[in-house]
């Protein structure tokens, strides 16, 4: 009976000691370190990009070409430059301030309100989403709950919950690919545990040796049918001096 | 004997007067409410079917789902042509475009910055197309409180309470900012031509009506349209043909599986529309049972009294050998003359004051001031057909049901106690 009993400790322990010192090699990050490392490969000092919008609608899918002028997360310049009906449309972003440019009406208007939840150029965007400027450790308590594979490929799995309340979304799941450090997929909740917006990285690149979304596709939990948009990268530069009146409310009339 | 009973009822006036009075007041207040009730009926069917949902509606199956949100994205395309073969197909109702849409609208100051901005609902109405009624059946002249109406495709109407909380005038520019029908983000700069009044708080505080080639330009919806609605060209709402029309129509509809496939809808399949026009055919039938009940009751009593009033009279038409039958067969006929004159007094008292309702109406606007109401703020009558002949039936029917509980007290006399009581009475 002891010999039975010494037996099945010594099975069970060969077979769980081996998983122990695998977990004890691998050290699990805190959410401040991962925050940190996804924004060393997303956020930069200057970024001008040139990307393309798909948005696939019920009928048809649109693809709406822009570029952008960033410097850091609050001030942002669009101009809209494709397809005819949007180009010249132009969008500034100054911390929490938004103002759109539109040459059919030669108008500069500020959006502001409940225009800011509506969607961005038919998108599973809203303008919210695009004013999104607080770093994430600032506003959200974070918390790595263990990893996970996505797509084959090892990941951690990541919840935000708001520290403060009037955020657009209560809580946040991110998957972060272990060796790429980018969120390649995210979920986002309302207060309610509803899931309001899901978000997926299609395709990665490696530019200035960081990795960057190449194609990011955004869904509109809400919006019935939605087929999502996919947001593409064409170009991108970092760190790239960029005048500061390319900021200023007059650029959007040039 | 009918004559004879007819002479008998109007030369004794104790028999008729007080039952003919009391018939002529229910039935001329039978027909009043019946009247009003249509008129109160006609116009909620009304203003709904010209605000939201035609007295039918072809749309989209996938828009007719969605309706609430306005998705334009899912209008339908070549709205001119599948116009042009409703009335066509259906030329008992005329048809028109429209484009029901959302959005913001930006007012200006002097420098061209944001002044005021609100939330706006508007409607894409064919305005200036020949033979178009829209004007007509929204009554906008009417309700003009300032300015004009538009003349060119980019010039729109505020709902006055909206015009005064944006600050805006006549010939004011109001931007539209808001979605195109394929999604895009769309500013379009409308003139202010006029201000209306509809007299629905509701729809007032941030209305917006323009000419629908204009709110196409704007949506970038050439030759589309969100709903495609129908009116009756009397503009009262027959539910029984509207459905009919809208099942056969949906009956021919080729790949209805399809989410763009068309769809109509009658006036009763909008939200809660159904029920009103279930309510309106049950009330009807609801007044006539109170007003029955009320009659029965009554003439039930007077019929009572009669009977002990005319106690000697039975009692010698019983001894001289009319039997029982006969007795009561009488009274029920003298019942049937009563009713038939009282409906008919009553029925021609009512008529002239519901015809007055109907064409004056009754002002209520000082009562409700401040509630949202899908009506217009005149509440009008209507003399349907059945205001000629409705009153006949409590007034005829209660009558005679009445009499008939009334009159069972014949069948209680004792023909060897008849004698007694007749010598008593000499």
């Known amino acids: ?254 | 004997m009918l004559r004879f009973l007819i002479k008998g009822v109007f030369r004794d006036r104790s028999r008729s007067l007080f039952s003919i009075i009391v018939i002529t007041l229910i039935v001329a207040l039978t027909v009043l409410i019946r009247g009003f009730m249509a008129g109160i009926f006609d116009d909620v069917f009304r203003q709904s079917a010209v605000i939201f949902a035609g007295h039918v509606k072809v749309t989209t199956r996938a828009y007719a789902e969605e309706s609430d949100l306005l998705p334009n994205d899912l209008a339908i395309l070549g709205s001119d042509s599948l116009v042009a073969a409703l009335s066509e197909e259906y030329p008992d109702m005329f048809w028109t475009p429209r484009i029901l849409f959302a959005g913001l609208l930006d007012i200006p100051d002097e420098q061209g910055e944001t002044k005021e901005q609100g939330p706006m609902m508007g409607f894409g109405l064919d305005l200036h197309s020949p033979g178009s009624r829209m004007v007509e059946i929204w009554e906008l002249e009417r309700k003009l409180t300032r300015g004009r109406l538009p003349e060119r495709p980019a010039e729109v109407l505020l709902g006055e309470t909206y015009a005064h909380r944006l600050g805006v005038e006549p010939g004011d520019v109001a931007t539209f900012i808001g979605a195109s029908m394929y999604g895009g983000f769309v500013t379009y700069n409308f003139h202010v031509a006029g201000t209306v009044s509809l007299g629905i708080t509701g729809i007032d505080k941030n209305m917006l009506i323009a000419d629908l080639r204009g709110v196409r330009m704007a949506l970038d919806m050439q030759d589309a349209a969100g709903e495609i609605v129908g009116y009756s060209h009397d503009m009262f709402y027959d539910d029984e043909g509207s459905v009919a029309l809208a099942v056969n129509f949906n009956e021919h509809v080729p790949n209805p599986e399809n989410e763009f496939s068309l769809v109509m809808q009658a006036l009763r399949d909008h939200t809660q529309m159904g029920a009103m026009v279930d309510i309106s055919e049950y009330a009807i039938g609801l007044v006539l049972f109170i007003f029955m009940a009320v009659t029965v009751v009554v003439l039930w009593n007077m019929g009572l009294m009669n009977g002990l009033r005319r106690y000697g009279e039975f009692g010698m038409r019983l001894a001289m050998g009319e039997t029982k039958g006969h007795v009561y067969r009488t009274t029920l006929g003298e019942a049937v003359v009563i009713g038939i004159a009282g409906s008919f007094i009553g029925t021609a008292v009512a008529l002239p004051l519901v015809w007055y309702l109907q064409e004056i109406g009754l002002d209520y606007t000082g009562l409700f001031e401040g509630m949202t109401f899908v009506l217009s703020s005149i509440i009008r009558a209507r003399i349907t057909p059945d205001c000629y002949y409705l009153g006949f039936i409590p007034g005829v029917l209660a009558t005679v049901a009445g009499t008939m509980l009334s009159g069972r007290g014949i069948y209680k006399r004792e023909m060897s106690q008849l004698f007694k009581e007749l010598e008593l009475e000499a």
């Open chain 1, 1 to 254: 009976m002891n010999l039975l009993r010494r037996s099945v400790i010594i099975l069970m322990l060969s077979l769980i000691w081996p998983l122990a010192l695998s977990a004890q090699s691998e050290k699990v990050p805190t959410a401040s370190e991962l925050i940190a490392a996804m924004d060393a490969n997303l956020t930069a000092k200057t970024s001008i990009v040139t990307s393309r919008m798909v948005v696939h609608g019920r009928r048809a899918s649109r693809t709406i070409t822009s570029k952008s002028w960033v410097e850091g997360a609050e001030k942002a310049f669009t101009e809209y430059l494709a397809p005819p009906r949007e180009a010249g449309t132009k969008m500034l972003k100054l911390e929490d301030q938004l103002w759109t440019y539109s040459p059919q009406t030669d108008r500069i208007i500020q959006i502001s309100g409940h225009m800011l939840r509506q969607s961005l150029m038919g998108s599973d965007l809203s303008y919210q989403d695009m004013m999104e400027d607080q770093s994430l450790e600032d506003v959200y308590d974070g918390v790595v709950e263990g990893s996970e594979l996505l797509n084959g490929r090892d990941s951690w799995v990541m919840t935000l919950t708001a520290k403060k309340e009037g955020l657009a979304y209560h809580r946040r799941k991110a998957w972060i690919d272990k060796e790429w450090l980018l969120p390649m997929r995210e979920e986002l909740f309302a207060k309610s545990g509803k899931l309001l917006k899901s978000s997926y990285a299609e395709e990665v690149m490696q530019v200035e040796g960081r990795w960057y979304p190449k194609v990011w596709v955004f869904k509109d939990e809400l919006k019935r049918n939605s087929k999502g948009t996919e947001w593409i990268i064409d170009e991108i530069a970092f760190n790239q001096p960029i005048p500061e009146a390319q900021f200023a409310k007059a650029a959007l009339r040039k």
